[in-house]
T-cell receptor
Framework: AQRVTQPEKLLSVFKGAPVELKCNYS??????LFWYVQYSRQRLQLLLR??SRESIKGFTADLNKGETSFHLKKPFAQEEDSAMYYC??????????FGKGTRLSVIA | DTAVSQTPKYLVTQMGNDKSIKCEQN?????MYWYKQDSKKFLKIMFS???????INETVPNRFSPKSPDKAHLNLHINSLELGDSAVYFC???????????FGDGTRLSIL
């Protein structure tokens, strides 16, 4: 069965420190992965997808098939990065499978 | 123009009542979804509707019934509301089932 695991419920970092939000997936096929972000009391928004290989708001994520991971990284955290982050897996012709989310808190 | 809009934004009601939440998307997408986000921010899919087929999550009580008058709308009707139904409900849509989803602003449902 497809599964997405985000091991950290809460991650607190200081402003300017590097950030890494962990995501591991379980899927036997060829995965497509996404990161969604939800700022306080707002809708979920697509942050990035692995096939586009772009950097959005300074965030990057690389798909590591060997480790079945898709960790989200940013070299220098900013206060406005504080939000809920959800990793999601596309496993074929089924709805996206979301992880339970990680709340990132950037401390000034 | 708002791509996925849902109304109302806030809904406060008493236990036992029946209520509906409406969702409309103007993206021309074929697939729509309802999610429930609880107080711990866990996001759980409730339903997905792919133009022709409604896929029901078996863990959703049958008090919840989605209704789709056309592919641009997927409304959620809830009968006999219970305290545990308090949550934020998000509507979303995507071009196809496995494509990135666009979310609405959410409806915050509070049961008194």
């Amino acid at each position: 069965a497809q599964r997405v695991t985000q091991p950290e419920k809460l991650l607190s970092v200081f402003k300017g420190a590097p950030v890494e939000l962990k995501c591991n997936y379980s899927y036997s096929g060829s995965p497509e992965l996404f990161w969604y972000v939800q700022y306080s009391r707002q809708r979920l928004q697509l942050l990035l997808r692995h096939i586009s290989r772009e950097s959005i708001k300074g965030f990057t994520a690389d798909l590591n098939k060997g480790e079945t991971s898709f960790h989200l990284k940013k070299p220098f955290a900013q206060e406005e990065d504080s939000a809920m982050y959800y990793c999601a897996l596309n496993s074929g012709n089924t709805p996206l499978v979301f992880g339970k989310g990680t709340r990132l808190s950037v401390i000034a | 123009d708002t791509a996925v809009s849902q109304t109302p934004k806030y809904l406060v009601t008493q236990m036992g009542n029946d209520k509906s939440i409406k969702c409309e998307q103007n993206l021309g997408h074929d697939t729509m979804y309802w999610y429930k986000q609880d107080s711990k921010k866990f996001l759980k899919i409730m339903f997905s509707y792919n133009n022709k087929e409604l896929i029901i999550n078996e863990t959703v009580p049958n008090r919840f019934s989605p209704k789709s008058p056309d592919k641009a709308h997927l409304n959620l009707h809830i009968n006999s509301l219970e305290l545990g139904d308090s949550a934020v409900y998000f509507c979303a849509s995507s071009q196809e089932m496995n494509q990135p989803q666009h979310f609405g602003d959410g409806t915050r449902l509070s049961i008194l």
